[in-house]
């Protein structure tokens, strides 16, 4: 079944940590994206890539890092986690030619 | 200002209602609109997707959009306990200056038995 999953679901990690978050879509999109959700809040894009080796931060500053070696794999890494990153990170792709995005259940990130 | 603006609700209902959800952008370029849908620890996913002004039915939802006034709407009638999710709006000009999904703040639903 086409699906985009993302991992771990839930994670909570001490300050320093580095971590990544991981997503990978079976439907070969070629565009992907990373937002941040918090409650009461629009989600904000923080990168999104339209290809391979193709990745460009969004409009939300963000300390993470991004990368793209194969279509269907999106990571998202942490360098140094502190508290302030505590939020959920969804991932989504969608065709290059089509508007709606699939979305991935999403990780949510506590920093402790 | 924002650009889009979503009434963040909650908003509860009795089930059977029929619902009202709205929101108003201010970037006139914008011509794709759409809804998602997000039950509680779930990604949001594509409910309803149009392109420019009129209307759109699937079911029990009803997607409006007014390019003149700068706001569209979900509507859901005989609405359903299943129905209780946040509902986001999304819009973009694909293509244009922004070329990326805006997305507003989502309304809370609650649809009481």
């Known amino acids: 079944e086409a699906d985009i999953y993302q991992t771990p679901r839930y994670l909570v990690i001490g300050t320093g940590k580095k971590i990544t978050l991981e997503c990978s879509q079976t439907m070969g999109h070629d565009k992907m994206y990373w937002y941040q959700q918090d409650p009461g809040m629009e989600l904000h894009l923080i990168h999104y890539?339209?290809?391979?080796?193709?990745?460009e931060k969004g409009d939300l500053s963000s300390e993470s890092t991004v990368s793209r070696i194969r279509t269907e794999h999106f990571p998202l890494t942490l360098e140094s986690a502190r508290p302030s990153h505590t939020s959920q990170y969804l991932c989504a792709s969608s065709e290059s030619r089509r508007e709606s995005y699939t979305f991935g259940s999403g990780t949510r990130l506590t920093v402790v | 200002q924002k650009e889009v603006e979503q009434d963040p609700g909650p908003l509860s209902v009795p089930e059977g209602a029929i619902v009202s959800l709205n929101c108003t952008y201010s970037?006139?370029?914008?011509?794709?609109f759409m809804w998602y849908r997000q039950y509680s620890r779930k990604g949001p996913e594509l409910l309803m997707y149009?392109?420019?002004?009129g209307n759109k039915e699937d079911g029990r939802f009803t997607a409006q959009v007014d390019k003149s006034s700068k706001y569209i709407s979900l509507f859901i009638r005989d609405s359903q306990p299943s129905d209780s999710a946040t509902y986001l709006c999304?819009?973009?000009?694909?293509?244009?200056?922004?070329?990326?999904?805006?997305f507003g703040t989502g309304t809370l639903l609650a649809v009481q038995p």
């Open positions: 970037n006139s370029a914008f011509q794709y």
């Open positions: 890539s339209y290809g391979v080796n193709s990745t």
């Open positions: 149009t392109y420019s002004s």
């Open positions: 999304a819009m973009s000009d694909y293509g244009g200056a922004t070329n990326k999904l805006i």
